[in-house]
C-alpha cells in the first residue's frame, strides 16, 4: 500500500508545471501606447527575465484594440501575454464576453500556454461569477487561475473548474514582517495544483475617486519576499505591478502617457513624477534564475547596487490623510510613519563581501548589511535611518578600498508637492566597472536543500524528479 501510494506522489510531481515568472500588467494604463511604448515594455522584462505579462482588463469598449496591440507587439519579440480578467474596476465581465475575447486571443502563439497546452487564464476579484466558469470552459478550454481572495481557498477549489490558484496577499499588514502564512494556507490547499504566488515592492495610493488613500509596508518587502520565493519554490510568480502608478508598486519604465490614472483618479498630486523604479529589475535575471533551479546558485553577469527611498521624511510635510492599512480591509489604521520607516534601504548582487557607505549633505556614515547570502555570493540587503537630515544622498559600493559602484540618488527634501508628504519611494541602480572577483567556494544561500517537498511534503523536488524519470 505505501508503495502504491509513493508510486501516486510521484505521478502527481512528474505533472509539476515549468516554473515561470509573470508580471501584472494594467491595460488601461496603455490607452495611448505606440509600437515603440510596448517594444519598450516587453524587451525590458525579458531582460528581466520576466516570462510573460498578466494582462488585467476590466471590461470596455477599446481594449479589443489595446488587446490585439499588445499581441503583435509579444509576438514579434517572442514574448508572453495572458488575460487577467478584471471585475473589479468596471464591473461583473458579461459570460459571452469572455468567451469571445478567450476564442479571439488564446489561439495567438504570444499566448502563455502551460507545460500541457492550455491556455493560462487569471482573474482579479470575480468570485461573484464562478458560475460562469463551467460553461465558458466548456467553450474555450482553458487552464483557470482565478484570484478570489475574498474567499478562503478551501472555499475557491470547491468549484471544479479551478485548476489552481492565485493569492493578492504581498504586502504584511501594518508593523508585522511579512510571512508565508497565507502562501502556505493555498498551497496546503491546492494539494499540488499550481499556486501562484504575488511579490511587490511597495504600496502607496492616494486617489480621491477611488476613495483610496493609504500605504501598506515596502521598506525592505522587495528583498524579503523574494527570499520567501526561493523557500516556497511556487509553480508560479506573480509580480505585483509591472505599471499601476497609481498604486506605487511598478517595477517597469514611467510612461507619461500612463500617468492620466492621477488626473482621472483625482489624485491631489502626482506621485510617480520623478520617482522611477527601473532599479527593482536590475537584480530580477539572478533572483528568477535561482528560482527556477530550485533555489540554487546562479550566475552573476554583473555585480551591481540598488537603492530605495522616500525623498520627503515623514515629518516634513502634511500626512495627506494617508492611512498605514485601510479600513477597506477591515485592518487597525495607524500613522503612516508607524508602517513606513525614514530610512535608505540598499542591495547589492555580489561575487564576494562588500563595504557599504551612505553619504547625505556631504555627511558620510558606514553601514552595513543586515542580510548577507550564505558562502559570500549572492544578493546583501541592509539600510540605514536617515536621522531627520536632508540633501543629497549617495550610495557607495566598495571592495579593498575601490569602487565598485556608486548611486547619486534623488536629494531628500523637506520641500513638499503641495505641502503633502510622498510617501512613494525612489529607486535608483548602478552596475559596477570593476573586474569581478573569483567565485567562492562554498554554496548560496538555498542551494543545499529543496525547501518546497511534493505535495504533503514527503519528497524532496529533485528525488520526485529523479524518480519520475525512472518512472517514465
Known amino acids: 500500500m505505501q508503495v502504491f501510494f509513493l508510486v501516486v506522489l ?48 476590466g471590461f470596455g469598449l477599446s481594449i479589443h484594440r489595446m488587446l490585439s496591440d499588445a499581441f503583435a507587439a509579444a509576438d514579434e519579440l517572442d514574448f508572453k501575454l495572458f488575460l487577467s480578467l478584471d471585475y473589479s474596476g468596471d464591473g461583473h465581465w458579461p459570460q459571452d464576453q469572455v468567451i469571445n475575447y478567450l476564442k479571439d486571443f488564446t489561439k495567438l502563439p504570444a499566448y502563455f500556454k502551460t507545460d500541457d497546452n492550455k491556455p493560462l487564464v487569471s482573474t482579479f476579484e470575480g468570485d461573484q461569477a464562478a458560475g460562469d466558469w463551467k460553461n465558458i470552459k466548456d467553450k474555450v478550454d482553458c487552464f483557470f487561475v482565478p484570484e478570489w481572495s475574498a474567499l478562503r481557498p478551501e472555499k475557491s477549489l470547491s ?45 502607496y495610493t492616494n486617489l480621491v475617486r477611488f476613495h483610496k488613500n493609504w500605504v501598506w509596508q515596502g521598506d525592505d518587502l522587495w528583498y524579503t519576499r ?56 536590475s537584480f530580477l535575471p539572478y533572483i528568477v534564475d535561482m528560482y527556477k533551479n530550485g533555489g540554487k546558485d546562479a550566475e552573476i553577469e554583473d555585480e551591481g547596487l540598488v537603492s530605495w527611498y522616500r525623498v520627503n521624511p515623514a515629518s516634513a510635510c502634511s500626512s495627506g490623510k494617508t492611512t498605514g492599512n485601510t479600513v477597506t480591509q477591515a485592518q487597525q489604521t495607524l500613522e503612516p510613519q508607524e508602517v513606513l520607516q525614514d530610512k535608505v534601504f540598499f542591495s547589492a548582487l555580489l561575487e564576494s563581501s562588500a563595504d557599504i557607505s551612505v553619504t547625505i549633505d556631504g555627511k558620510s556614515r558606514a553601514a552595513s548589511w543586515t542580510h548577507t547570502p550564505d558562502g559570500g555570493k549572492g544578493i546583501y540587503h541592509g539600510s540605514i535611518p536617515i536621522h531627520n537630515q536632508t540633501g543629497a544622498v549617495a550610495v557607495t559600493l566598495t571592495r579593498d578600498n575601490q569602487l565598485l559602484a556608486e548611486i547619486d540618488g534623488h536629494p531628500i527634501t523637506s520641500d513638499c508637492v503641495k505641502n503633502m508628504t510622498n510617501w512613494n519611494a525612489w529607486v535608483g541602480n548602478a552596475t559596477s566597472t570593476a573586474p569581478k572577483p573569483s567565485s ?22 529533485a528525488v520526485a524528479w529523479t524518480l519520475c524519470f525512472v518512472l517514465i
Not at 511579512?178 to 499556486?195: N, S
Not at 520617482?275 to 527593482?280: F, L, R, T, V, Y
Open 159 to 203: 468549484h471544479k473548474e479551478v485548476d489552481g490558484l492565485m493569492s493578492w496577499t504581498a504586502w504584511p499588514n501594518g508593523t508585522d514582517p511579512m510571512t508565508t502564512d497565507k502562501d502556505k494556507e493555498y498551497m496546503d490547499a491546492l494539494q499540488g495544483k499550481p499556486y501562484i504566488m504575488p511579490v511587490s515592492p511597495w504600496f
Open 10 to 57: 510521484l505521478a502527481s510531481a512528474c505533472q509539476v508545471q515549468a516554473k515561470a515568472v509573470f508580471a501584472h500588467f494594467m491595460l488601461g494604463n496603455s490607452d495611448n501606447y505606440t509600437k515603440a511604448n510596448w517594444e519598450q515594455d516587453i524587451s525590458a522584462a525579458k531582460e528581466a527575465h520576466i516570462d510573460a505579462f498578466a494582462i488585467n482588463t
Open 226 to 281: 523574494w527570499q520567501q520565493v526561493l523557500e516556497l519554490q511556487p509553480e508560479y510568480v506573480e509580480i505585483l505591478t509591472w505599471n499601476d502608478y497609481g498604486e506605487s508598486h511598478y517595477i517597469g519604465p514611467i510612461h507619461q502617457s500612463g500617468l492620466a490614472v492621477f488626473d482621472y483618479g483625482q489624485a491631489p498630486f502626482d506621485y510617480a513624477k520623478g520617482m522611477p523604479h527601473d532599479g527593482w529589475r
Open 440 to 461: 567562492p567556494s562554498g554554496s548560496s544561500k538555498h542551494e543545499s536543500s529543496s525547501t518546497r517537498l511534493i505535495l504533503s511534503g514527503l519528497v524532496p523536488l
